[in-house]
C-alpha cells in the first residue's frame, strides 16, 4: 500500500470505539448521516462497526460502505477466521474495504486473557492477517494493549504481521497507561526495530483514562505515526478516545513543530458536527472541552476581557472562525470590568462617556452578584432603570 509520508491519515472510529459508550448507541440510519458529515470533514478511515457483534452492526457496516465513496471503511474483528469471513461479507459494497484484525501483545492479555503463550499468539496473529488478506488488500492489525507489551516481543509480532500482508500497523494504549514519552519511544522502537516497518503505516489509538489520550497520540506523531484513531468529541469507552479536533488543531497551531505533516480535514465543520453527535449520542459535551465546548471561546475573567479586546490573541490562540464559531463570547459576569460592559453596550447602541459608565458599572456589579450571568435583556434593563 503505497502511502505519502508526510500524510496524517485520520481514522475516525466514533461509530464503532465512540458508540460503545452504554447508552449511546445509533441506529443505521444516524450512523449514516453521521458518516456522510465525516466525508465532508476529511477522515480517511470511518471504522464503521463489528460486524460479527450483532446484526445492527453488520447492517451498519453494509449501509455506510453503500453511502460513502471517498473514504476507507473499515470492520472490526478478532483473529477468528468467522469474525474475517463476517467482515469481508459486510463490506462487500464498500468501494475501499479495510479489515481491522489482532490480538493481545502484552503478557497481561496473552495470560489472562487468552490463556496463552507469545508463540501461540503470535501464529494466531500472522493467521488473522494472512486469512483477510484473502478478502482485501487493505489490512489492519491492531496489537491489543500495546502499550503494556514488553518491546522487543512486540516489534516481533509488528513485523510478522507486516510479513503477513499488514498494510497499518495499530499500537493501542488499550488503558490509557503510557506517559506521552513512553508511548513516543515505543513508537520510535518500532521503527528502529522492525526491518520492514516501510511497508506500512504505524497507528496510535490511544484511551483517556489518565487523561493523556491526545498528548500520546501528537508523541506517537513526533516520532513516526502516520495515522491516528480517534473520535468526534473524544467519546468512547470508559474515559474516551483521543479526540479528532483536538489532534487536528494541535497539528493547525502547532505547524512550525510537524514540517510537513497534513491531514484533510476541514475544522470548519467541528462545532457543528460535534454538537449532532452529542446530540444524537445523547452524550454532553462538557463545557471546558478543548476546541468544542462552550466555554471554549467564552471569556468571562475581566481581565481576560480587557487583554482579548485589546489584542485577540491576547488570550487565544485558535481563531473561533476556524472551527465553526462565528466569534468569542465575552461573558458577562461580576468580574467582568468596564471594559466588556461598555463593549456590550456600545454593540446594544449605547455610547457612554467615561462618569457614565462607571455610574451604570456599579449598578451592573450589584445585578451582576445576584444574577451571575447576564444578556442583553439585563442590560436593556439596566440602562431603562
Given at each position: 500500500?503505497?502511502?505519502?509520508?508526510?500524510?496524517?491519515?485520520?481514522?475516525?472510529?466514533?461509530?464503532?470505539?465512540?458508540?460503545?459508550?452504554?447508552?449511546?448507541?445509533?441506529?443505521?440510519?444516524?450512523?449514516?448521516?453521521?458518516?456522510?458529515?465525516?466525508e465532508?470533514?476529511?477522515?480517511d478511515?470511518?471504522?464503521?462497526?463489528?460486524?460479527?457483534?450483532?446484526?445492527?452492526?453488520?447492517?451498519?457496516?453494509?449501509?455506510?460502505?453503500?453511502?460513502?465513496?471517498?473514504?476507507?471503511?473499515?470492520?472490526?474483528?478478532?483473529?477468528?477466521?468467522?469474525?474475517?469471513?463476517?467482515?469481508?461479507?459486510?463490506?462487500?459494497?464498500?468501494?475501499?474495504?479495510?479489515?481491522?484484525?489482532?490480538?493481545?501483545?502484552?503478557?497481561?492479555?496473552?495470560?489472562?486473557?487468552?490463556?496463552?503463550?507469545?508463540?501461540?499468539?503470535?501464529?494466531?496473529?500472522?493467521?488473522?492477517?494472512?486469512?483477510?488478506?484473502?478478502?482485501?488488500?487493505?489490512?489492519?492489525?491492531?496489537?491489543?494493549?500495546?502499550?503494556r507489551?514488553?518491546?522487543?516481543?512486540?516489534?516481533?509480532?509488528?513485523e510478522?504481521?507486516?510479513a503477513?500482508?499488514?498494510?497499518?500497523?495499530?499500537?493501542?494504549?488499550?488503558?490509557?497507561?503510557?506517559?506521552?514519552?513512553?508511548?513516543?519511544?515505543?513508537?520510535?522502537?518500532?521503527?528502529?526495530?522492525?526491518?520492514?516497518?516501510?511497508?506500512?503505516?504505524?497507528?496510535?489509538?490511544?484511551?483517556?483514562?489518565?487523561?493523556?489520550?491526545?498528548?500520546?497520540?501528537?508523541a506517537?506523531?513526533?516520532?513516526?505515526?502516520?495515522?491516528?484513531?480517534?473520535?468526534?468529541?473524544?467519546?468512547?469507552?470508559?474515559?474516551?478516545?483521543?479526540?479528532?479536533?483536538?489532534?487536528?488543531?494541535?497539528?493547525?497551531?502547532?505547524?512550525?513543530?510537524?514540517p510537513?505533516?497534513?491531514?484533510?480535514?476541514?475544522?470548519?465543520?467541528?462545532?457543528?458536527?460535534?454538537?449532532?453527535?452529542?446530540?444524537?449520542?445523547?452524550?454532553?459535551?462538557?463545557?471546558?472541552?478543548?476546541?468544542?465546548?462552550?466555554?471554549?471561546?467564552?471569556?468571562s475573567?475581566?481581565?481576560?476581557?480587557?487583554?482579548?479586546?485589546?489584542?485577540?490573541e491576547?488570550?487565544?490562540?485558535?481563531?473561533p472562525?476556524?472551527?465553526?464559531?462565528?466569534?468569542?463570547?465575552?461573558?458577562?459576569?461580576?468580574?467582568?470590568?468596564?471594559?466588556?460592559?461598555?463593549?456590550?453596550?456600545?454593540?446594544?447602541?449605547?455610547?457612554?462617556?467615561?462618569?457614565?459608565?462607571?455610574?451604570?458599572?456599579?449598578?451592573?456589579?450589584?445585578?451582576?452578584?445576584?444574577?451571575?450571568?447576564?444578556?442583553?435583556?439585563?442590560?436593556?434593563?439596566?440602562?431603562?432603570?
Amino acid at each position: 500500500m503505497l502511502h505519502d509520508p508526510n500524510h496524517l491519515y485520520i481514522f475516525d472510529t466514533t461509530l464503532r470505539d465512540g458508540e460503545q459508550v452504554p447508552g449511546c448507541q445509533l441506529t443505521t440510519t444516524e450512523k449514516v448521516e453521521i458518516a456522510k458529515d465525516l466525508e465532508l470533514l476529511g477522515v480517511d478511515i470511518i471504522e464503521a462497526g463489528f460486524p460479527v457483534s450483532s446484526p445492527g452492526d453488520f447492517q451498519s457496516v453494509v449501509e455506510l460502505s453503500k453511502a460513502v465513496d471517498d473514504v476507507i471503511i473499515c470492520a472490526l474483528t478478532r483473529a477468528h477466521k468467522t469474525d474475517i469471513d463476517v467482515a469481508a461479507d459486510a463490506l462487500k459494497y464498500a468501494k475501499r474495504p479495510r479489515i481491522h484484525t489482532g490480538i493481545g501483545a502484552s503478557d497481561m492479555h496473552i495470560q489472562y486473557k487468552f490463556n496463552s503463550t507469545r508463540e501461540e499468539i503470535l501464529e494466531r496473529a500472522v493467521a488473522a492477517v494472512k486469512h483477510a488478506k484473502s478478502y482485501v488488500e487493505d489490512v489492519e492489525f491492531y496489537a491489543e494493549d500495546a502499550g503494556r507489551a514488553d518491546l522487543p516481543f512486540l516489534a516481533k509480532m509488528i513485523e510478522a504481521v507486516i510479513a503477513a500482508g499488514a498494510t497499518v500497523v495499530n499500537i493501542p494504549d488499550t488503558n490509557g497507561y503510557c506517559l506521552p514519552d513512553q508511548y513516543g519511544a515505543k513508537i520510535k522502537f518500532l521503527t528502529e526495530h522492525v526491518s520492514n516497518i516501510d511497508q506500512a503505516i504505524i497507528s496510535a489509538h490511544c484511551h483517556n483514562d489518565l487523561g493523556l489520550a491526545t498528548a500520546n497520540s501528537i508523541a506517537a506523531v513526533q516520532n513516526g505515526a502516520r495515522q491516528v484513531e480517534c473520535t468526534i468529541n473524544g467519546i468512547g469507552e470508559r474515559a474516551g478516545n483521543t479526540s479528532l479536533e483536538e489532534v487536528a488543531m494541535i497539528l493547525k497551531v502547532h505547524q512550525q513543530h510537524f514540517p510537513g505533516i497534513h491531514s484533510n480535514i476541514n475544522s470548519k465543520m467541528f462545532t457543528s458536527l460535534s454538537q449532532k453527535v452529542s446530540r444524537m449520542m445523547r452524550m454532553p459535551v462538557q463545557p471546558n472541552k478543548a476546541i468544542v465546548g462552550k466555554n471554549a471561546f467564552a471569556h468571562s475573567s475581566g481581565i481576560h476581557q480587557d487583554g482579548f479586546l485589546k489584542h485577540r490573541e491576547n488570550y487565544e490562540i485558535i481563531r473561533p472562525e476556524d472551527v465553526g464559531l462565528d466569534s468569542a463570547d465575552i461573558i458577562l459576569t461580576a468580574r467582568s470590568g468596564r471594559h466588556a460592559l461598555k463593549h456590550h453596550l456600545e454593540r446594544l447602541g449605547y455610547q457612554l462617556d467615561k462618569d457614565q459608565l462607571s455610574e451604570v458599572y456599579g449598578r451592573f456589579l450589584t445585578l451582576a452578584d445576584a444574577k451571575k450571568d447576564l444578556n442583553d435583556e439585563d442590560l436593556q434593563t439596566l440602562m431603562q432603570a
